[in-house]
């Protein structure tokens, strides 16, 4: 897979980071890599991408730690557990949480690609969901007030003639900013429009 967005490796033992830093570098990631949950924090915001591999156990911060704070900035980075035997019912709890998955130390190189292949591709699918979304945002604000009243009564599903007897304005005004709105949201019905908004 050729990943896009970044991987993150957050493990305070040198050799591991190495090993698998080496691995992910030579199947085509983005690879970076930190010795401690407080780097790796300094280093990311709210806004970044990727997968995050969070060794449980690690001196300062622990892995868990680490997940709590990206919880409570509302972090997209999608979160996979690197955990030793003792802390598999701490990894558990944690996918409960909303982490991805955890993997048992030491694990198969090809079960760890696999995992990170899936944990990208949801990365991949939020990123492309948000573009949508913020298209969306940016068309409603090219539309008018007008235009913006006309579009609520459309959708409340009210006629031309309902539209135009509730704003009190003529009934082929109300097509024209009917036509406008449609237009500038790219939809050719109200049904469009309304599917449209719902993924919002």
Request: aromatic share 4%; glycine share 8%.
């Amino acid at each position: 897979m050729n990943a896009t967005k970044p991987v993150y490796l957050v493990d305070d033992d040198a050799a591991v980071r190495d090993a698998l830093g080496l691995l992910l570098l030579s199947h085509g990631y983005t690879v970076r890599a930190f010795d401690s949950g407080e780097a790796f924090l300094a280093a990311i915001d709210a806004r970044s991408e990727g997968v995050a591999v969070l060794d449980v156990r690690m001196t300062g911060l622990s892995g868990l730690d680490v997940f709590d704070r990206l919880r409570a900035d509302d972090s997209e980075l999608i979160v996979l557990f690197l955990s030793g035997h003792g802390d598999i019912p701490m990894a558990v709890q944690a996918v409960k949480q909303g982490a991805f998955d955890f993997l048992e130390k030491p694990c198969g190189d090809q079960q760890l690609l696999d995992k990170i292949d899936d944990a990208l591709a949801i990365a991949q699918a939020r990123s492309q969901s948000r573009g949508g979304q913020q298209a969306v945002q940016s068309r409603l604000a090219t539309l008018s007030p007008r235009e913006r009243e006309v579009m609520q009564l459309v959708l409340a599903g009210k006629l031309n003639k309902q539209v135009a007897d509730e704003l009190n304005i003529a009934i082929r005004t109300v097509e024209v900013h009917r036509a406008n709105v449609f237009a500038k949201m790219g939809v050719r019905s109200a049904l469009d429009l309304a599917q449209l908004l719902a993924g919002r």
